[in-house]
């Protein structure tokens, strides 16, 4: 149970304080200044020059010979260090990047004239004062490696902790896992400095073209006070900006048949074509004062998905065509008031339209859907150096997106509670077998998502108390409304036992379950608060202290008031929407207290310089962090009314109602109800990491970090009214089935991650990251064998694989040419067995024969069992299963050529899966499916399935 701790008094004095985030993202140097002989000096002028905006920081030692240079953006800069009577001393090339301390020392020598004095390769690669765990990804990188996908965010993958193996690619390829945020929800997106999470969902709402993108910072785990609703990590991104001079590019990117092998499982190569086109510009407005920038991309591409079932169902297999399209454009403004004061405004949009995105393997096109995402954002930042020690930094967002799940080819569009006769006229049947899946609504679903938010943060500065404080505090408010609704299967869902057609004098053909649901509605508003104080406090030179507190706090997530959002149902649709027949107090508690009231979160690390030299960081940090509360699963407690769920058991086919019409045979029985627990709460995770960073020269860094995460009170679904396996009767008769929401999944996240990285110098630079870890669920289940109801059980993790290895560099050979390449290799995922029958009489198909143990494909599946199981159905054995690893290699070369002074054309060819390497999925789950054990589709979310070819050019100035 987790300790609930720090009364409310202090978060009123944590807000009183002021407010927070990193400025912005921004950077930020410090150092200190002595003579020849070892003192301090005080008085020198310290200046930061950006050498792209012109922009000027400025700062004098004090009595200690310190100096700060904050709210630094990332980029270019140039540091001298002047005192009367001393050599100047000028370090030019310092590269920031994302919310990095940059520690820059001085040593000024007497000069009897004035005299200046260049040190260069100055710029450090090691933080010395950053406790978390964190990789930040260059401009560089995101211009220069090759990126089958030309999505910025898969760029994400160089880092070690992370991953992509339990994301729902057919919504969102652009999401990462990042640590122990192994679920597609749990991790934290940021962008300039304000939020960039889908509340709904809790992924990435909001993509970018990859040539909007600055730079930004993969943090693992143990990250600072400022970020919160994310129990994995957080990813911090910074868009472009204009400079001092215009600049400029052209680019177009192609792909098509010819230059595209065959993929596994077509029996002859599609069609396929890629195009991607997409431009930029940037300048002044003013010199040194207002800058702008402006980036689009377009992408059209038909993709084909295979349909494999074994040879099964001849009728519905085959390769289908998908025409994606997507566009995106950025437009950005910087002004810069005063010398102390920034000022910025992005305007940002994107749409896109992917039909039967999940086809493929098992998946007829009917049974799959169409997916749009019309989205955009409005961000306003004000960035204030009030003094050497005061800083203050404002941001303002408009953002707004809605999921467009429609029925196969169909790119539907409707308002929610929008269930016309042209909507439901694209419903059929759903028919699932062992091999295949057909027929459905496509998931129909709409759902606008609104964000407004306003986030304010504040940084003081405190020399004196046992070193050097930095104070950051701030508050962050969004109000989100959030409408959804779902077409249900109207049609029926029927689920079969085996891979044959229905035969109604063969009773092994009969279907196990039918299931059926009306079209539903809802209208769920939530706030969200959270509040910080961070310290970073300097003891020595050497030895830096993080601490931090937050607050997070969710209005409206939890349904405190049922009645007031049910009346907004009967307001849209014009129909009754509460409760039928009362919910008893046992399952709701009279639904007093929800609300989680006390997500108070510490977070402390160390960082340690042990020589002083500023090239080694012994670290080690905890925290406390909470998750979004998703709203839309959260949802279906006021929706079930409208849905009216019908489920049968072995029913008769074709008429499961036996003559009656649907309302006839539903009220003769007792209705299905999904209700949550008035006990529910954010889930929390306790993270901790120990590690070193060690410098090798001024250009090379090695990291290694221990990182393990405890997560707890994850949503979970039990039914507390399954019949009494004796008496056959149920705890509330008056229902049938109840889908009891409650607090009670947990995770567990150990991993062992390894970094070695060089910055670009001496025209290369390479990263390589390993991650050793392993992942374990634990949450209750319905499909345990030997056991009735639900069973809390401990299992691998979805995306428990046990080891990765990436490997990328970039080098510019002579002639302008430049070559560049990924490396990425991982071990096997475990895969569930599966089933589609009620083994147990407790209602539920699913259940696992004796000795089929859940999540233990390729975890040690015990083939005995499940061969013992096989023959029973009169199935042939089966030897083994597939465990597929995952290798992919891509390369890429450019060629430049100048035209005159800085323009420039880049002639490209990339080679994705230069192998070839057919990266299978996980194999067919269901142990009485012929092709059980085999994989029969290759693995989602990859960008390159067969090797693929593809030319470019690009026009620069």
């Known amino acids: 149970m987790r300790k609930r701790w720090m009364p409310a008094l202090l978060l009123l004095g944590l807000i009183a304080l002021g407010s927070t985030s990193a400025y912005a993202q921004n950077a930020q140097i410090v150092g200190n200044i002595k003579d020849s002989s070892g003192g301090v000096l005080p008085g020198v002028t310290v200046t930061a020059r950006n050498t792209d905006l012109g922009l000027v920081r400025t700062d004098v030692t004090n009595a200690s010979g310190d100096f700060r240079l904050p709210a630094l953006p990332p980029g270019n800069y140039v540091v001298t260090a002047e005192l009367q009577s001393f050599t100047t001393e000028t370090r030019p090339d310092i590269v920031l990047v994302i919310e990095q301390t940059a520690t820059i020392n001085f040593t000024l020598k007497p000069a009897a004239i004035s005299e200046t004095v260049t040190v260069t390769g100055e710029s450090p690669v090691v933080d010395t004062t950053a406790s978390s765990v964190a990789t930040s990804i260059s401009n560089t990188q995101i211009q220069s490696l090759p990126v089958a996908s030309r999505r910025w965010i898969d760029l994400a993958m160089l880092t070690p902790g992370t991953s992509q193996d339990n994301i729902r690619g ?15 929800y749990s991790n934290g997106f940021v962008v300039d400095g304000v939020n960039n999470t889908w509340a709904e969902m809790g992924e990435p709402r909001q993509n970018f073209a990859m040539d909007a993108i600055r730079e930004f910072k993969v943090s693992t785990s143990t990250y600072k006070a400022e970020y919160g609703l994310a129990t994995g990590g957080v990813v911090s ?23 595209t092998a065959i993929e596994q499982f077509q029996k002859t190569k599609p069609d396929y074509r890629r195009y991607q086109w997409g431009a930029t510009l940037g300048g002044p ?3 040194d004062k207002t800058h702008f920038f402006f980036a689009y991309e377009g992408t059209k591409e038909t993709q084909f998905f295979t349909v494999n079932a074994g040879g099964l169902w001849p009728q519905y297999e085959g390769t289908y065509p998908s025409k994606q399209t997507r566009w995106t454009y950025l437009v950005r403004l910087d002004h810069q008031l005063t010398s102390t004061q920034q000022l910025f405004a992005r305007v940002a949009a994107e749409d896109e339209y992917r039909p039967i995105i999940t086809a493929g393997g098992r998946v007829a096109p009917s049974n799959s859907f169409d997916f749009a995402v019309p989205r955009s954002s409005v961000v306003i930042g004000h960035t204030w150096v009030m003094s050497d020690r005061r800083i203050n930094d404002f941001r303002f967002q408009h953002a707004f997106a809605k999921y467009e799940v429609a029925p196969p080819y169909s790119h539907g569009d409707w308002s929610p509670g929008d269930f016309s006769e042209a909507r439901l006229n694209y419903c059929t049947a759903i028919y699932t077998y062992p091999s295949i899946g057909l027929g459905g609504c496509g998931n129909s679903q709409m759902g606008p998502e609104t964000r407004w938010e306003v986030k304010d943060d504040f940084s003081y500065l405190v020399p004196g108390w046992a070193g050097q404080h930095q104070f950051k505090t701030g508050v962050d408010f969004s109000y989100i409304p959030f409408q959804y609704d779902n077409m249900g299967t109207p049609p029926g869902s029927w689920t079969f036992p085996k891979d044959t057609p229905y035969n109604a004098n063969d009773p092994s053909t009969w279907p196990t379950q039918y299931t059926n649901s009306l079209p539903t509605y809802g209208n769920l508003p939530t706030k969200q608060f959270a509040a910080y104080l961070q310290d970073d406090w300097q003891l020595s030179s050497r030895f830096t202290v993080n601490m931090g507190l937050r607050y997070d706090r969710e209005v409206g997530a939890f349904i405190e008031d049922p009645q007031a959002l049910l009346q907004k149902i009967q307001t849209k649709l014009g129909r009754n929407g509460s409760f039928p027949i009362p919910i008893p107090d046992a399952l709701t508690n009279g639904y007093k207290g929800r609300g ?4 108070f979160g510490p977070r402390i690390g160390f960082a340690w310089d042990p020589t002083g030299d500023g090239v080694t960081n012994v670290h080690a940090a905890y925290g406390l962090f909470y998750d979004n509360v998703r709203t839309l699963l959260q949802g279906g407690e006021l929706t079930w009314p409208q849905a009216q769920t019908i489920v049968i058991s072995h029913p008769a086919f074709p008429d499961p109602y ?19 627990s008035s006990r529910m709460v954010n889930p929390y995770a306790h993270q901790a990491n120990a590690g070193i960073s060690r410098e090798i020269g001024r250009e090379i860094a090695v990291t290694v970090d221990g990182t393990f995460v405890w997560r707890y009170s994850d949503r979970d679904l039990v039914d507390p009214n399954i019949p009494d396996q004796t ?6 008769p008056q229902f049938g089935r109840v889908t009891f929401v409650q607090s009670t999944a947990d995770n567990a996240y150990r991993a062992l991650l390894v970094k070695f990285e060089k910055r670009m110098s001496h025209n290369y630079q390479y990263l390589f990251s390993y991650t050793l870890s392993k992942a374990n669920d634990n949450s209750y289940l319905s499909s345990v064998p030997g056991t009735y109801g639900y069973t809390k059980f401990q299992r691998p993790a979805v995306a428990d694989r046990r080891q990765r290895l990436v490997v990328s560099g970039i080098i510019a050979l002579p002639g302008e040419i430049q070559v560049s390449a990924i490396g990425d290799f991982r071990t096997s995922l475990p895969f569930g067995p599966s089933s589609s029958v009620d083994l147990n009489g407790d209602g539920y198909t699913g259940d696992l024969p004796a000795g089929v143990v859940p999540m233990s494909g390729c975890r040690g599946l015990d083939l005995g069992a499940v061969n013992t199981y096989r023959a029973s159905k009169g199935l042939a054995p089966i030897t083994s299963v597939n465990c597929p690893g995952y290798a992919n290699v891509d390369l890429r070369f450019s060629k430049f050529f100048t035209i005159a002074g800085s323009h420039r054309v880049e002639f490209i060819a990339q080679l994705f899966n230069i192998f070839n390497r057919a990266n ?28 693929q070819a593809e030319f470019a050019v690009r026009y620069q100035f």
Do not use: C, M, W
């Not at 057919?170 to 597609?184: C, I």
């Not at 991104?237 to 048949?257: A, C, I, P, Q």
């Open 658 to 676: 036996q003559g009656l019409s649907r309302d006839q045979f539903l009220s003769g029985a007792p209705p299905n109800i999904t209700v949550n």
């Open 727 to 732: 008496t056959r009767q149920r705890l509330y």
């Open 920 to 947: 299978e999925n996980i194999p067919n789950t269901n142990v009485a499916a012929s092709t059980f054990g085999q994989s029969t589709s290759l693995l989602p979310n990859i960008n390159a399935p067969s090797r």
């Open 285 to 287: 407005i003013v010199k």
């Open 170 to 184: 057919f919504f969102y390829r652009g999401n990462v896992n990042v640590g122990a945020g192994t679920r597609e």
């Open 237 to 259: 991104v910074v868009s472009k900006s204009g400079t001092n001079d215009f600049h400029g590019s052209g680019l177009l990117f192609f792909r098509d048949k010819a230059i």
């Open 596 to 599: 989680d009231h006390n997500n």
